[in-house]
């Protein structure tokens, strides 16, 4: 069996249970190709020639995979940024960090933030109103510094965290 036979199998294999982006892949492929290789040091010799051999399978096999669209970066950071919106809401700063840690361009990442139109601080509202109900018992004034912290680690703005605080805690006070 060849190394892009072997490494298509595995490729597919790891897409079959969850969605990679193309740099997350090549990160993995590599792994695999260097967990099959544990060589002796006499070998090791083999393996640097063979390292032209590996880049080219790897890349054969990014390259099939894209041709079937089983790999598409600018779908993925689209999908991540409605799913995250939806199920864990995080703000700009946050979801872009987390996609350029995923290995997304930020030309890719800027792009796919633009394509999802919404206003920041209504995502902040509801990441309020659930994580507010576990401070009815606090004070108000610390339930506010608590807000502020809360959304300033999901990645939110100062203007969104300011107009979600406003609009829950303004509620709070009639």
Sequence with gaps: MTKYEKLIQYA?????KKRYT?????KKLKLFLARQACLPD???KLAKENAEEETEAINAVLARLQEL????????ADDYIADRKKFR???KFLLARELKKKG?????IQNALEKQKSDESETAVRALEKKSRQWHDIPLPKQRERAYRF??????DSDAIYKAISCCYNRAIE
């Excluded at 597919?12 to 079959?16: E, M, S, V, Y």
């Excluded at 193309?22 to 090549?26: A, D, G, K």
């Design 69 to 76: 669209k089983y790999l598409d970066d600018s779908v993925y």
């Design 104 to 108: 997304l361009d930020a030309d890719l």
């Design 42 to 44: 006499r070998q090791k």
């Design 12 to 16: 597919l294999r790891i897409i079959a």
């Design 89 to 91: 809401p995080r703000g």
């Design 151 to 156: 959304l300033s680690a999901r990645g939110f």
């Design 22 to 26: 193309t740099f997350e892949i090549e």
